[in-house]
Nanobody, 123 residues
Framework: QVPLVESGGGLVQDGGSLSLSCAAS????????MAWFRQAPGKEREFVAA????????YYADSVKGRFTISRDNAKITVYLQMNSLKPEDTAVYYC????????????????WGQGTQVTVSS
């Protein structure tokens, strides 16, 4: 088990910024690919970004590339998502996910999930 706890969501205006955090636990954290997904009402969960265990490789959805940055601090066992230039279409519940073997964008492949944090961008 890899407990994941997200924080940092909230309400922000169009063009604003938010930073999300996902605190994990366990000595094997650095072996896990960490990812962020989001789900808007009535829509399927979609990939946002992922980062390899070492932090050396990052992947982004085209819709957030250039605006969002994923990072991790293995000493603090935490992964971050810095979101800039937010748009109303970024409004969703954001989920942190982890997996020791998979590093792609297909959400069913991730074994561990946080409870989600709401991000709302007002126009």
């Amino acid at each position: 088990q890899v407990p994941l706890v997200e924080s940092g969501g909230g309400l922000v205006q169009d063009g604003g910024s938010l930073s999300l955090s996902c605190a994990a636990s366990g000595r094997t954290f650095r072996r896990y690919t960490m990812a962020w997904f989001r789900q808007a009402p009535g829509k399927e969960r979609e990939f946002v970004a992922a980062i390899s265990g070492s932090g050396g490789n990052t992947y982004y959805a085209d819709s957030v590339k250039g605006r969002f940055t994923i990072s991790r601090d293995n000493a603090k066992i935490t992964v971050y998502l810095q979101m800039n230039s937010l748009k109303p279409e970024d409004t969703a519940v954001y989920y942190c996910a982890a997996d020791p073997y998979y590093s792609g964008s297909y959400y069913p492949e991730y074994d561990y999930w946080g409870q989600g944090t709401q991000v709302t961008v007002s126009s």
